[in-house]
């Protein structure tokens, strides 16, 4: 089985650089680890006794207080023969080998066996002297990947698959099973006959243990629960994202997670406890091989597709697609080779994995990096899985005593991302709410608009009509020039607001910005001279303390449009006999130009929108005065577009300043 390389629960792992490289690619692809998500018993620091020559001694073994022991070390073992206990001599010729560990290296009259072939093992058990309770034989189904039959004391005990001399003599079969041992004896005479011509490793691959029979079943029924449990949750969440995902369809998000955890899911069923394998026929047993395999190389895919759709930009689409591709091939493989070719290209796979997990982890350190959306939570989940693992690790190396928490840290993993995905859902809902609250103000601001619109173009227009009609009816030539006036005056008003709406719908398009030697001084007399007339209306003084200042590069149609929307404001708002000052100067190649008045200022709610389109400050103050809102966004737009900004400070009651600050170069 594939997660053999990781199984806390049946093997120790050596400490070797190949282990902790298995072990490291088994953590990156998260669905391998399931098999060892169950909990191992606490470690009650006897060292266990190991096989020697094909005995393991046990007399001094207490199994009610140390527990189960692991039959591992050396065992006899018998090359290209198929024995039963009754033909076994004790001289027999035979070699030693370790277990657990492939077959595969061992050499035998000077040649390595490889992995397909048959073979006895032999382990000699020695009890102690008062017998124990009931014990039992735990054979995972990660033991012998192929086809093996046991015997104990002459007698055949179990029997899986089926064990030939030659492929076409043998059956394929896996199994979970713990066995009841004869009560009777002291001594247990393990014979063990093997054949592989299906499995890229063959032999005892994993270790049997033997323990109390009672305590065997309730860590086999604890894993069993925990298994399931594991089932339940990754099946529910599959199906809820998948739900999710047919909702609302433009993100895919949510379909690639939900597809992975239905993956776990099944996956589950088949390391583990092993339960598919359990309820098989041993002549179908290939097709669930199959599966097994595809569940692991088709989960990869799905997971990447999963990250690329959260961190789009940091997740390269060319990498995506390799990945993709490099998993269909090896998919491709597992379909259509026979299992003795397809079982090799395993750990070929791991490296991959190996490798897109540390591809996968940089994209999340650099989505964190560019503060994206649900990236430190992945972070999180990330190093909370890893923690549990390391911790396992250490554990099971009796480094640590504190357990073993990898399904805890994995299930955290998949509930943060279940989190992730229903927070980035929520947070599409709440900026649609936003959006829509947004749209009824807009409408709002527009029906404003027009209402503040009509009226302010009816008055020029009112006004031209009549002083035309006086004109007409009136023949006394010194109203005449008086009509004129107002004529002129009151066209020269609609002509600006005019002008005002037209540059407000190509603002965002294509307005000329070409920009020449603009001197400030001048735009800033320019428009005191234009106001002259209104400032004078309410007694108004206007003082211009613009100093000696460099010519900037600028639009001067523009800008003056800019600074003459402020300094009108400053008199239009301002109090009978006010004051306006301005001030020009340049500051470290900044042209800096300040507008303060004596009016009657803003209250500071108001101070943030009133650059906003369209918006006016609606009060009693205010209310005499005409305006349709689009001065002072109109003359944000144009400073930004020559690289200035623009600020305001005011104090309700006793008058404002505006501040613009200019590139000189
Ligand atoms: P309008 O003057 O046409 O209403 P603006 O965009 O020029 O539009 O100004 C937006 C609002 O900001 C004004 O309605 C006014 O209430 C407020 N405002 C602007 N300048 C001043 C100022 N100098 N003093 C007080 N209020 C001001």
Not at 29 to 52: H, N, T
Not at 79 to 101: C, F, M, R, V, Y
Not at 592 to 621: M, W
Request: negative net charge.
């Amino acid at each position: 089985m594939i997660a053999k390389h990781i199984s806390v629960k049946y093997k120790i792992p050596e400490l070797s650089v190949s282990s902790v490289v298995k072990t490291i690619s088994a953590f990156l692809i998260l669905a391998l680890s399931i098999s060892s998500c169950a909990k191992q018993p606490a470690f009650s620091g006897k060292i266990s006794p190991r096989a020697v020559d094909g005995v393991i001694d046990l007399t001094l073994w207490d199994f009610e207080k140390d527990g189960p022991v692991q039959l591992n070390g050396g065992w006899m073992f018998y090359w290209k023969q198929l024995l039963k206990s009754a033909d076994l001599k004790e001289n027999q010729g035979h070699e030693i080998i370790t277990t657990p560990g492939e077959w595969d290296d061992l050499v035998v009259n000077g040649q390595r066996i490889g992995a397909g072939g048959f073979a006895t093992y032999r382990l000699k058990v020695l009890l102690p002297e008062a017998l124990p309770n009931q014990l039992g034989l735990r054979i995972p189904s990660l033991a012998v990947q192929s086809a093996y039959e046991l015997e104990i004391n002459g007698k055949i005990i179990n029997q899986i698959g089926k064990v030939g001399r030659d492929v076409t003599d043998s059956l394929l079969a896996k199994n979970h099973c713990i066995i009841p041992l004869p009560l009777n004896s002291n001594l247990f005479d393990i014979v063990l006959r093997v054949s592989n011509y299906h499995y890229s490793e063959g032999g005892l691959i994993n270790p049997v243990t033997v323990g109390p029979l009672v305590r065997l079943q309730q860590e086999e029924l604890d894993q069993a629960n925990i298994s399931w449990l594991l089932i339940g949750i990754l099946g529910i969440i599959g199906f809820y994202h998948l739900g999710l995902f047919f909702i609302r369809r433009k993100d895919t998000s949510p379909l690639w997670f939900g597809i992975f955890s239905l993956i776990l899911a099944l996956r589950s069923t088949l390391v583990g406890a092993a339960y598919i394998y359990n309820i098989t026929p041993a002549d179908i047993q290939w097709l669930i091989l199959k599966i097994d395999y595809l569940s692991f190389y088709l989960a990869i895919p799905f997971f990447v597709l999963y990250i690329n759709r959260l961190f789009p930009v940091e997740f390269r689409t060319i990498i995506l697609r390799l990945i993709i591709v490099i998993s269909i091939l090896f998919s491709l493989f597992v379909v259509i080779a026979p299992p003795i070719l397809y079982t090799r290209s395993l750990l070929g796979f791991e490296i991959f994995t190996f490798i897109s997990g540390l591809y996968t982890i940089f994209v999340i350190i650099f989505a964190v990096i560019r503060k994206r959306e649900g990236s430190v939570l992945f972070l999180t989940a990330l190093v909370l899985f890893f923690a549990t693992f390391v911790n396992d690790v250490l554990t099971t190396h009796h480094v640590l005593n504190t357990g073993v928490y990898l399904f805890e840290g994995f299930i955290a993993f998949i509930f943060l991302q279940s989190y992730l995905l229903s927070r980035k859902f929520s947070n599409a809902f709440t900026t649609v709410e936003k959006q829509s609250l947004e749209l009824t103000r807009l409408a709002n601001v527009k029906d404003e608009f027009l209402a503040n619109l009509s009226h302010e173009l009816r008055t020029p227009l009112t006004a031209i009509y009549a002083y035309g009609e006086m004109f007409e009816h009136n023949d006394d030539p010194a109203d005449m020039k008086e009509y004129g006036r107002e004529i002129y005056s009151n066209s020269e008003k609609l002509i600006s607001y005019i002008d005002d709406l037209m540059l407000l719908t190509r603002m965002e398009s294509d307005i000329d910005m070409s920009s020449s030697e603009t001197d400030i001084k001048e735009i800033i007399a320019e428009n005191i001279d234009k106001l002259s007339k209104l400032a004078n209306e309410k007694n108004i003084s206007i003082l211009n303390l613009a100093g000696s200042v460099p010519e900037i590069q600028a639009n001067k149609k523009y800008l003056s449009k800019a600074i003459h929307a402020i300094i009108k404001n400053a008199v239009v708002y301002n109090k009978e006999n006010g004051t306006v000052v301005i001030a020009a100067q340049n500051d470290n190649n900044m042209m800096k130009i300040n507008v303060t008045d004596t009016g009657i200022g803003i209250a500071a709610g108001h101070l943030p929108l009133i650059f906003d389109r369209f918006y006016r400050v609606d009060s009693s103050d205010t209310y005499e005065v005409s305006g349709v809102g689009v001065g002072l966004f109109l003359a944000q737009k144009i400073i930004e577009m020559h690289g200035g900004t623009i600020g305001v400070k005011s104090e309700l009651g006793r008058g404002s300043e505006f501040m613009v600050e200019l590139p000189v170069k």
